[in-house]
């Protein structure tokens, strides 16, 4: 009994991004036909005469064997981790009453500087009031990945006596049925006194003030 075969050019194409590693690497390919996934050598034969192992996309012959017939065609892409980046130019920074974004950022590879929305992209959290912000750099074109980096935003406030607070915020810890909670303070790295507000306002009497009781 002669069978027609399977029209391959039916089949759908999965492939994995590759990181580059520096050496040789082979796709990372799953086909489906009908809902059935085929197997290599069985179903299939991939052309992997260009080598693949710099940065960047390759295109890859895929061509049915034995049961079916015809040849695909898909697109392998190579890319960088960008947690393999150096980063310069993060640091802490004093509340200013506007957003804080870092415009002297240097992110390299082994020396190579890479450029910000070809290479990757910046993005923040929490980068306008006194406290814990973060600074997100994703991969981008030829990268892939995320790094996130912290940094503090300190408030400062001139007392009477023309000394300067500057205050790291710590966040509340909200109460359990059984575990005590704490509020919102803030600490001055100068004169070591807390304050309940990043105004350095309202200073904290006793640690005991900012307990706040289980509630079970």
Same mark, same amino acid.
């Given at each position: 009994? !002669?069978?027609?075969?399977?029209?391959?050019?039916?089949?759908?194409?999965?492939?994995? *991004?590759?990181?580059?590693?520096?050496?040789?690497?082979?796709?990372?390919?799953?086909?489906? #036909?009908?809902?059935?996934? $085929?197997?290599?050598?069985?179903?299939?034969?991939?052309?992997?005469?260009?080598?693949?192992?710099?940065?960047?996309?390759?295109?890859?012959?895929?061509?049915?064997?034995?049961?079916?017939?015809?040849?695909?065609?898909?697109?392998?892409?190579?890319?960088?981790?960008?947690?393999? @980046?150096?980063?310069?130019?993060?640091?802490?920074?004093?509340?200013? &009453?506007?957003?804080?974004?870092?415009?002297? $950022?240097?992110?390299?590879?082994?020396?190579?500087? $890479? *450029?910000?929305?070809?290479?990757?992209?910046?993005?923040?959290?929490?980068?306008?009031?006194?406290?814990?912000?973060?600074?997100?750099?994703?991969?981008?074109? &030829? #990268? *892939?990945?995320?790094?996130?980096?912290?940094? @503090?935003?300190?408030?400062?406030?001139?007392?009477? !006596?023309? &000394?300067?607070?500057? $205050?790291?915020?710590?966040?509340?810890?909200?109460?359990?049925?059984?575990?005590?909670?704490?509020?919102?303070? #803030? *600490?001055?790295?100068?004169?070591? &006194?807390?304050?309940?507000?990043?105004?350095?306002?309202?200073?904290?009497?006793?640690? #005991?003030?900012?307990?706040?009781?289980?509630?079970?």
């Amino acid at each position: 009994v !002669n069978l027609v075969p399977r029209d391959f050019t039916e089949a759908v194409v999965e492939a994995d *991004t590759l990181l580059y590693t520096g050496e040789y690497l082979l796709p990372s390919i799953a086909i489906w #036909y009908q809902g059935e996934e $085929l197997i290599e050598g069985k179903d299939y034969i991939v052309d992997y005469s260009m080598p693949i192992v710099d940065v960047g996309e390759y295109e890859v012959i895929i061509q049915g064997i034995y049961h079916y017939s015809g040849e695909i065609s898909t697109t392998i892409s190579v890319k960088r981790t960008i947690s393999d @980046c150096d980063i310069l130019g993060i640091s802490d920074r004093i509340f200013s &009453n506007e957003s804080i974004v870092f415009e002297n $950022l240097a992110i390299s590879i082994n020396e190579v500087m $890479l *450029t910000e929305n070809v290479d990757y992209k910046v993005n923040y959290e929490n980068n306008f009031n006194p406290g814990i912000a973060k600074v997100i750099i994703s991969g981008y074109g &030829n #990268y *892939t990945g995320e790094i996130v980096k912290e940094f @503090c935003i300190y408030c400062t406030r001139i007392d009477e !006596n023309g &000394n300067s607070h500057v $205050l790291k915020r710590t966040d509340a810890v909200a109460a359990t049925c059984e575990e005590e909670g704490c509020k919102e303070f #803030y *600490t001055c790295s100068v004169c070591d &006194n807390m304050f309940l507000d990043k105004h350095a306002q309202m200073e904290v009497e006793s640690i #005991y003030n900012l307990i706040i009781q289980p509630i079970g």
